[in-house]
DNA sequence: AGGCTGCCGATTGTCGACAACATGTAAACA
DNA sequence: TGTTTACATGTTGTCGACAATCGGCAGCCT
């Protein structure tokens, strides 16, 4: 019986990531950053050389972007980045009251202990000094402890949702302009408390703190991001409409 | 001052669809009324040539299919469509709970005068025979009605969440056995009742009165559901568990 | 002078071919 | 005879080239 893999190899699998994914996320990371602006037209061609791979690659990751919403892309005229509006925080943050909602009640209910103790070390902010105000740190961390939230509910579809919703958020607390007391009200302080929260399994005080806890977070986006002055909205319509 | 387009000239944009969309609702036509069965395994270069195009629109489309969680795409290996499972049953309907509870609070605020008109008329269930139990029929009207339902919710994100639970609300609503009475309730009875109280832009009742549908519509499903006998999940594990 | 129509460059959609990879089979070894 | 390794096969990932299409510009007509 050597079927059953005696000893299961305490390794890492390695993750062949294909090249279209390795594409994809430069393009995003050069998105999120603000190295690609909105409104700026993706040529295929100069990511293509730039990147040193074929144009397929390319082509697979506007496919990939155009579904997360970064980019639209229009018949024969290529991808463009999106831009941010306040509306597009308004929306953001609606779909992640109903979404989020669901997912603490979920997790209050599946969440391993194992993704319990990750979700109390992640919403300790240990690790993270409040002195040094990395702002791409905290909006990683931020980002980490909700994802897990998610993971924690253990709802195929309700992640992939969260999956459309991630890279604008990031987007969103990477543009913002930072006020020092805010991750320290994040950390150790809201999302410690939902971690503990989830961890006690009860459904109604979870899902009220998450509640709250985004709508402070909404709250201080909208308070902190600079008003319309940089960046606005590239076109002039709906960005994002195509039904598709 | 001919830049107002004197007259708008009343025609219909001539939709120049790609190769790959079209290949994507055939493929995505053959999964939901099950010419492909749970568990097969899609070849691109036998969809390539039965289609009479290259690989290139068929890659595409499963790239569009796995979005949409209809097919699974693992490296080197293809696409395989995702089978059908009670437990997916839960999943969609949650979600669709907390979707679909903000977008009928949306519509209710955002709902214009011509979507209402449109509601009431998909809602009455005009030109349906219930005699003729057509399930097709029945099947798209129903989601056609809901897909109303959010595009009035003027919301993007949201919609594009609703688009990826779509085809397996779909494909849920033609696998299952259907019984005569469930439909004459759904649409003279509640669907025409949800679009006039949305007229009637009554937040609390609207909410109220779709949770009370889809929980209808939710139970509908799980009793006439053939019970796990016919076919149920193709592979063991979680099928649409790839986060990507 | 103003507006329309036809071409032109640029960019993407599609195609067929080659290379990389995963799986199943068979031979070789202990 | 059971296990391991190497090969053969089939499928997908990537590539470069061609063709369809878009937007802009110049020339023409009124």
Known sequence: MTEEEARPIALEVVHQRSLSEEVADRIREGIVTGAFKPGQHLREVDLAEALEVSRSPV???????????????????????????????????????????????????R?????????????????LQPAALKPRQFAEADIAFHDLLYQAAHHARLYACWSMLRPHVFRFLLTRNIAESDYEAIFIGEHAALA????????????????????????????????DGGMGQARGGKNAGEGR
């Open 59 to 109: 082509r697979d990751a506007f496919a990939q972007l155009h579904h997360e919403g970064l980019v639209t892309v229009r018949r024969h005229r290529g991808a463009v980045v999106v831009g941010l509006s306040s509306d597009d925080i308004e929306d953001l943050y609606s779909l992640r009251r109903s979404l989020e909602g669901l997912a603490v009640r979920l997790a209050t209910e």
């Open 111 to 127: 969440a391993t202990p194992d993704e319990l103790d990750q979700m109390r070390e992640l919403g300790s902010g240990s690790g």
């Open 196 to 227: 503990e929260v989830i961890s006690s399994r009860s459904a109604e005080a979870a899902t009220e703190m998450i509640a709250d806890h985004l709508e402070g977070s909404h709250s201080r986006l909208v308070k902190h991001y600079p008003t």
